[in-house]
């Protein structure tokens, strides 16, 4: 690409500064909290205007039958589409438009989309409405500077990343949205940081873990088998084996932060015994020896480490646990798997971000890896496309925190570099 046509581009770009502004904000101030999944229609109809004015086909699509979509909270998502003056690639930007609860401890409206000393407070900023917004200027700017291009400029914003993506990526791509026959190049902008393109993620595994004992009087112990013992002594074997051996198990992946390099497992969730009653009761307990406890573990699995051995060294623990305690019983439930993915470092979208980024901020780009896995999941392994990538304006850790903001001169240089990328990719 010529010196003179980046430099258009990012004049382009930076001369819409207002209008990205603006837009993130509008986007900010529809709630469009998940769960339960609000306002999804709104946002991709505000959406589905703009770009069909600046020259886009749009298509909003409702992923009916998906989880969680109903009636009331049906799962909208927007695909819309610019064709150029020829056959050539398609690049697209996928961002999803729903976010997380607020939470306590906000100092600004959650959903005001207030700017304050250059940052753009709100539910969503950073994850990822002004990621959306950046890569909707990135492209209108593209397609001002350069109405010739080959190929096609595609921009997506979709439902339920937040809860899995189910009723939004997967959903289309299990549609072909995603097909390589259509889409070449998929540039996510999640908030991944300005100068870093981000990779892929690591695996995850969720189970759930019940162990069983015999209830009986809590006066009597010993009559019983107590499921909360059993559990401890589950517990007790991973401090002392598991998460020993799973700290020192390192990625070659440049996953970030550093503590993520290695593979890690959370313990989400511990219930034994009685249910919790409601806060209104006022009476006691009932004495009974537990005969159930569960806990749900999320483990997260490295890129060289394997699914099937990550679930065998779970029932070993469990096994070893066994030969020590003849009462002791137990059951493992799947819940959720994601097998980890990574683009290849010299992928055309990799090297052409590479190249942007280099332009727009005269320094090279860090590579990074996600600790959690995102809408690429979907894209790699239901729409078999493998040049795929998150890139895109905020601070990571800002995402789902109280007063999440996103910088506004980090959006405007990285809808610069996404235009870049354009002209770069379909020049
Ligand atoms: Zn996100």
Known sequence: MSPALSDRLMAEVAARRDDLVGLTRALVRIPTLNPPGRHYREICELLAGRLAASGFRTTLIRAEGAPADSAAHPRWNLIARAEGAGPGPCVHFNGHHDVVEVGHGWTVDPFGGEVIDGRLYGRGAADMKGGIAASVIAAEAFLAVCPGFRGAVEVSATADEESGGYGGVAWLAERGWFAPERVSHVIIPEPLDKDRICLGHRGVWWAEI??????????????GDCAVRHMGAVLAEMEATLFPLLAGRRTEMPVVPDGARSATLNLNAIHGGEPEQPPDYTGLPAPCVPDRCRIVIDRRFLIEEDLAAVKAEVTALLERVKARRPSFAYEVRDL?????VMARRDAPVVRATARAIERVLGRPPAYVASPGTYDQKHIDRIGRLKDCIAYGPGVLTLAHQPDEWVGVEDMV??????????ADLLG
């Open 210 to 223: 019940e162990t069983r004992g015999h209830i009986a009087h809590g006066s009597m112990p010993f009559l």
């Open 336 to 340: 959720f798997e994601v097998h980890p």
């Open 413 to 422: 240089q990285s809808a610069q570099v996404m235009a870049l990328v354009l």
